[in-house]
């Protein structure tokens, strides 16, 4: 089945850094989701992209849809403390009245201050 | 304002015993999902259902069981079959399952007394 992969499983950075997760698979997909979730909360989604080399900001948050379809970025710049969670990617193939959403195992995210 | 609502937020479950999570949205969604998630296990899909009086299983159906009588509800029954039934349950909803930009619950915390 479809797999995709997120790694580190860990990140600890400064505040102020910026930062880059990025997630891979051997399936293309033809949409990417980014959700990120806070301790013991439901994941928010933060960026949803739909075609191959878009480019999508959302405030300091900048994600790429890959050029071959099996990845994509996540950049969060000028980090702060509230950027601490967990990071999923998530992508989904739709063919015809088919649809399957796969998730990552997402990356932990620590800001220090 | 519309949204999904989880409860209760902690459930505890004795051996041999069947709970049930509540999951209700006023969002007008007609696709409803159940995921688990186990620390560092990424979201599982459980059961979904894209219409009422209909549900499909997803990757970890066993030992669950759902109904989908009215479109804003859709309750996750946890039975005695499912033998490690400890993890954080997440309720989600979309506007179809062609376009699985989810809405997540605030999730339910199940432990094994």
């Known amino acids: 089945g479809q797999q995709l992969n997120q790694s580190p499983q860990s990140m600890f950075i400064q505040e102020g850094e910026d930062v880059s997760m990025n997630c891979t698979s051997s399936?293309?997909?033809?949409?990417w989701l980014w959700y990120k979730q806070d301790p013991g909360e439901g994941p928010v989604l933060l960026i949803a992209?739909?075609?191959?080399?878009e480019l999508t900001s959302n405030g300091r948050l900048t994600a790429q849809f890959g050029i071959t379809r099996k990845d994509s970025f996540l950049n969060i710049s000028a980090s702060i403390p509230s950027d601490v969670g967990i990071y999923f990617c998530?992508?989904?193939?739709?063919?015809?009245?088919?649809?399957?959403?796969?998730f990552g195992k997402g990356i932990t995210l620590s800001v220090r201050p | 304002d519309g949204g999904i609502t989880q409860s209760p937020k902690y459930l505890f479950r004795k051996e041999g015993q069947n709970v049930t999570l509540s999951c209700e949205q006023n969002?007008?969604?007609?696709?409803m999902y159940w995921y688990r998630q186990d620390p560092g296990q990424g979201l599982r899909l459980i059961y979904y259902?894209?219409?009422?009086?209909?549900?499909q299983k997803g990757d970890i159906a066993e030992g669950y069981s759902v109904s989908r009588e009215k479109k804003e509800s859709f309750p996750l029954t946890v039975t005695s079959a499912q033998k490690n039934p400890t993890a954080f349950y997440l309720c989600?909803?979309?506007?179809?399952?062609?376009?699985?930009?989810?809405?997540f619950g605030s999730g339910t915390q199940l432990s094994v007394l």
């Open positions: 989600a909803s979309s506007t179809g399952t062609s376009n699985q930009k989810l809405l």
């Open positions: 399936s293309i997909f033809n949409t």
């Open positions: 992209l739909y075609k191959a080399g």
């Open positions: 998530a992508g989904q193939l739709v063919l015809g009245a088919n649809s399957k959403l796969t």
């Open positions: 969002l007008n969604h007609d696709a």
């Open positions: 259902s894209q219409i009422v009086n209909d549900f």
